[in-house]
């Protein structure tokens, strides 16, 4: 069973950075695409970026383009979500999750199959 845990959230003020690691145990990443989703209370959660499994190919929700990059490290069965910029519709919970079965990128939670348990950013006005 893998196992996937996300640190580094906090509270920030608006305009500050933050950088997401999601350590992953059991199968190595590198046979899979990563993905980081967020989610607000009452509403769905949405994606925000994905990474293919040897990291050339990302992709990235309209809202936090030129703002947050995804990267991994696969020697490291880590990924990371650099987050700069952040304005206070950026506050949620985020998720990372793991997709053995992609072959380059998704944008759908429903393809990934493990989740980490989610880790708050709430940033301040």
């Known amino acids: 069973q893998e196992q996937l845990v996300e640190s580094g959230g906090g509270l920030v003020q608006s305009g500050a950075s933050l950088r997401l690691s999601c350590s992953v145990s059991?199968?190595?990443?590198?046979?899979?695409?990563m993905g980081w989703f967020r989610q607000v209370p009452g509403k769905e959660r949405e994606f925000v970026a994905t990474?293919?499994?040897?990291?050339?190919?990302?992709r990235y929700t309209d809202s936090v383009k030129g703002r947050f990059t995804i990267s991994r490290d696969n020697a490291r069965n880590t990924v990371y979500l650099q987050m700069n910029n952040l304005k206070p519709e950026d506050t949620a919970v985020y998720y990372c999750?793991?997709?053995?079965?992609?072959?380059?990128?998704?944008?759908?939670?429903?393809?990934?199959?493990?989740w980490g348990q989610g880790t708050q950013v709430t940033v301040s006005s």
């Open positions: 999750a793991i997709d053995f079965g992609g072959f380059l990128v998704s944008t759908t939670e429903f393809d990934y199959d493990y």
């Open positions: 059991g199968r190595a990443v590198s046979s899979a695409v």
């Open positions: 990474i293919s499994r040897t990291g050339s190919t990302t």
